[in-house]
Antibody, heavy 121, light 106 residues
Framework: QVQLQESGPGLVKPSETLSLTCSVSGGSISTSYWSWIRQSPAKGLEWIGYIYHTGITDYNPSLKSRLTISLDTSEKQFSLRLSSVTAADTAVYYC???????????????WGQGTMVTVAS | EIVLTQSPDTLSLSPGERATLSCRASQSASLYLAWYQQKPGQAPRLLIYDTSYRATGIPARFSGSGSGTDFTLTISSLEPEDFAVYYCQQRGNWPLTFGGGTRVEI
């Protein structure tokens, strides 16, 4: 069965770039969108954006100017880069599968365990 | 952007009781509303999609209803493992957004 696993630094300095990777195992990376979502006490759950295996992306307008999501199909990984971070970007970051065919489309039907990222000097 | 408002913030109930959770949208989400369950230290889990369809493996005690701007998640008889936080999420308009959550506690 498909599993997702986030990886990346747990601490990022203000004004620097937050970079995370999600590894997809046990299934194809070509049949869904792949999303990033974050959760903080201040903002709750917030959809960040997603990517398709063709390279198509869609971003939350609130983050779009600072955000890049990319995909490496050969490695079955997708990545998040968020630039110019501040303390407001401190959150648990999740990667998730977003179905676009069949049922439950544009929901998040499979999640990674999440990784805590703190923005502090 | 559709803002989702969940109520109540906290629901205090006992095992065996019925839970009714509300999610109200700032504009119509049609039938495109999902519900998730989150337990401490875990990622959210998809329960319901498109208002009333249970995701794979979700017990029949979970049901959803509503349309437009008013939606309800009902747990017919609470099991001990159902005490958690529940979130709604809409796909009727971009960006995809979540509600603030309802905690179901003993």
């Amino acid at each position: 069965q498909v599993q997702l696993q986030e990886s990346g630094p747990g601490l990022v300095k203000p004004s620097e770039t937050l970079s995370l990777t999600c590894s997809v195992s046990g299934g194809s990376i070509s049949t869904s969108y792949w999303s990033w979502i974050r959760q903080s006490p201040a903002k709750g759950l917030e959809w960040i954006g997603y990517i398709y295996h063709t390279g198509i992306t869609d971003y939350n307008p609130s983050l779009k100017s600072r955000l890049t999501i990319s995909l490496d199909t050969s490695e079955k990984q997708f990545s998040l880069r968020l630039s110019s971070v501040t303390a407001a970007d401190t959150a648990v970051y999740y990667c998730a599968r977003t179905p676009i065919f069949g049922v439950a489309i544009y929901t998040f039907d499979l999640w990674g365990q999440g990784t805590m990222v703190t923005v502090a000097s | 952007e559709i803002v989702l408002t969940q109520s109540p913030d906290t629901l205090s109930l006992s095992p065996g009781e019925r839970a009714t959770l509300s999610c109200r949208a700032s504009q119509s989400a049609s039938l495109y509303l999902a519900w998730y369950q989150q337990k401490p230290g875990q990622a959210p889990r998809l329960l319901i999609y498109d208002t009333s369809y249970r995701a794979t493996g979700i017990p029949a005690r979970f049901s959803g209803s509503g349309s437009g701007t008013d939606f309800t998640l009902t747990i017919s008889s609470l099991e001990p493992e159902d005490f958690a936080v529940y979130y709604c999420q809409q796909r009727g308009n971009w960006p995809l957004t979540f509600g603030g959550g309802t905690r179901v506690e003993i």
